[in-house]
């Protein structure tokens, strides 16, 4: 088979067609920022540098796709909320002085605009300057920062949306997430016309860890398929990203449509292949912390070989279950961008496709 562009290896995964090696997509904002020589801080306000970041991280592991990040209060900072900056840690919401005081406020609260509310320009700017620079050949998803359920749980504090959940009435709630997917989609929408190859977001609130599968079908779902679609149909791939164990939510987030499901580190990858199918790509999910941080490069190739064998490799992104983090050693960085080509070849892509069709 011919050697393939890593972005021609990100869509023919994304086909699920055979690519020539398992394409390797970490997230990897936090190991770009240290290999660039900065701190978090330094970087999080400019999209030049958080461009600067990831062409210096993929020029030296040469991963295959790029995932534009920098911390989970962009979009909410957008819509009015507070944010801590840490020197060299991701930016946090301030939930001690949350947006909304009361749930009814939504009613006032404007939608943001991607091109001038907060700190959404400057996510956009790096996405432009990467598919200037890279994006001819390599794959850029430019997350759309936080899902639905996620940006509720910011605006108003977790702790006390959890309470409004059976507190108050189902329609105020639909309507605060309505808000917060229609906010979530602009911003997704703007990442797609900046030259971002898929967008992506992040609603690990309404994972099984926090809330129950129940819960999240009756409030996180329909507003992750409403948004999956219209983003969709706007012309880019989308992307979902729940935190923890998603095992029992599998189904769900398959049906939502999303061409893509991030999948954290405590999901069997096999299972989760067996019941999404070809729907939707799967993208993961060695443990951010052990091995990839505290680990040896031998831990990340036996868990990414597993991971292969387990899925078979095809719709497949080879990724780590979560962000990695700022001290995640080169070495260990290294061994999950060769991962894919020692474990993931075309050859041996046939051979478990083979393998398969005949058990």
Known sequence: MQTLTS?????????????????VVPQSFMVACAT??????????S????????LVSQAKYGYDGVVIDIDDATLAEACGAKVIWRENDVAIVDEEDVVLKDLRQIDDLPLPDPYSSGRLPEWLEATRILREKIGDHVFIMGRADQGPFDLACLLRGAQQFMIDLVTEPPELIWKVLDYCRRAGTLFAKA???AGAHATSIGDSFAGPN???PAMFRQFALEHEITMT???????????IHICGDTTAILEDMASTGARILELDWQVDM????????NRAVLMGNINPSDPLVWGTPEAIEAQAKNIIEATGGIGLFLSSGCAMGYNTPAANMRALCEAGKKYGSYERLMELEEKRSKA
Request: glycine fraction near 10%; proline fraction near 5%.
């Open 7 to 23: 972005l021609e290896r990100c869509l023919a995964a994304l086909r699920f067609e055979v690519p020539d090696r398992v394409p």
């Open 36 to 45: 660039a020589g900065y701190k978090i801080g330094a970087i999080n306000k």
């Open 47 to 54: 999209g030049r540098l958080m461009a600067e970041t990831h």
């Open 191 to 193: 990442q797609k016309d």
């Open 210 to 212: 926090l809330i129950s």
């Open 229 to 239: 679609k219209e983003v969709q149909d706007y012309g880019i791939p989308f992307s």
């Open 270 to 277: 096999g299972y989760a292949k067996r019941v999404v199918g």
